[in-house]
């Protein structure tokens, strides 16, 4: 078994709440009340400013410049056409500073600090391991719902489109691939480290979606 496909058996239920969530079903069909789709965003544009940092840390790290340019081109994708899609997502959907700048909620907390964790370890695998899981994990909940149905506001469609297709796919394949790679060459006790680092990446997807799904009308 691919040392990647251990680790999503691993996360068992929580994968599975993490990439069938109703959120991303509601979103998809169009039916996600506007007050949790703003929410996620602010939360979600905090997530992705620690993301850049801990990719451009793995691209840091990357072995070769092979290993390190899919990274480097998707770092490239994170911080233009993802980044303006946050920006006119705001405007549309009418957010005022203080939505937009809205205090971490617990999970966006969880993630941040686990990415700083990842990026400070200074260890390619670990880094690995949160990028995995935060791309395989929104590549398998996108995928069912690509293409997006036709009357979707832009906010709901490209948030699928981003995260679906052959592009996006050939990112969660370099990234499980790189990942594959490193696993074999670990001792025990640090392929035990990237199964936890796995393991709590999946809860706190997992958690990022309740908490956005909760009331916050
Ligand atoms: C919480 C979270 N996880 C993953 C992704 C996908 N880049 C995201 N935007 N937000």
């Given at each position: 078994m691919r040392p990647t496909d251990h680790l999503r058996t691993l996360a068992g239920d929580d994968w599975i709440a993490a990439t069938t969530h109703p959120f991303c079903t509601e979103l998809a069909e169009g039916t996600l009340p506007l007050s949790k789709m703003r929410w996620y965003l602010a939360q979600d544009y905090q997530f992705v400013g620690n993301f850049v940092r801990l990719l451009a840390s793995a691209i840091a790290h990357a072995p070769t410049l092979a290993d390190s340019?899919?990274?480097?081109?998707?770092?490239?994708?994170?911080?233009?056409?993802?980044?303006?899609y946050f920006l006119r997502s705001f405007e549309a959907l009418?957010?005022?500073?203080?939505?937009?700048?809205?205090?971490?909620?617990?999970?966006?907390?969880?993630?941040?600090?686990?990415?700083?964790?990842?990026?400070?370890?200074?260890?390619?695998?670990?880094?690995?391991?949160?990028?995995?899981?935060?791309?395989?994990?929104?590549?398998?909940?996108?995928?069912?719902?690509?293409?997006?149905?036709?009357?979707?506001?832009?906010?709901?469609?490209?948030?699928?489109?981003?995260?679906?297709?052959?592009g996006f796919e050939g990112v969660v394949a370099y990234l499980r691939g790189q990942l594959d790679a490193v696993w074999p060459t670990l001792r025990a006790d640090a392929q035990g480290e990237v199964e936890a680092l796995f393991l709590r990446a999946v809860k706190l997807e997992r958690d990022f979606w309740d908490a956005s799904y909760a009331d916050h009308a």
């Open positions: 340019v899919p990274a480097a081109q998707f770092l490239a994708l994170v911080t233009g056409p993802e980044n303006t009418d957010m005022s500073a203080a939505e937009q700048n809205a205090p971490p909620a617990p999970p966006t907390e969880g993630f941040n600090a686990l990415m700083a964790e990842a990026a400070a370890s200074g260890r390619y695998e670990l880094m690995l391991a949160v990028l995995v899981v935060a791309e395989w994990v929104y590549l398998s909940w996108a995928t069912p719902v690509n293409p997006p149905k036709d009357d979707l506001p832009f906010y709901f469609a490209e948030w699928i489109t981003l995260h679906a297709g052959d």
